[in-house]
């Protein structure tokens, strides 16, 4: 397999591990708003709030993975 279609392989695990990852953040940003509504703020939800940040971080190394290899398909 040519380079440049490996590259765009890799693109294209990226963009779908993205699209599952933002998923699971709008659920359990759904998840953390109905406890916060219901007045239910106990262990739970913290645990939620911290979940979301931190795959927050992942969304952003995953974004930052998918535009280097984009840049490597334009020195190709």
Excluded: C, P, Q
């Excluded at 974004?63 to 020195?75: A, Y």
Aim: net charge positive; hydrophobic share 60%.
């Amino acid at each position: 397999m040519a380079k440049i279609d490996e590259i765009k392989e890799h693109i294209g695990a990226l963009k779908s591990y993205l699209n599952i990852l933002v998923a699971i953040i709008l659920t359990l940003g759904a998840g953390v708003s109905r406890l916060y509504i219901s007045n239910n703020i106990t262990v739970l939800f913290w645990i939620g709030i911290i979940l979301i940040v931190v795959l927050l971080v992942l969304f952003i190394i995953i974004s930052r993975s998918i535009h280097l290899n984009i840049k490597k398909l334009k020195d190709l």
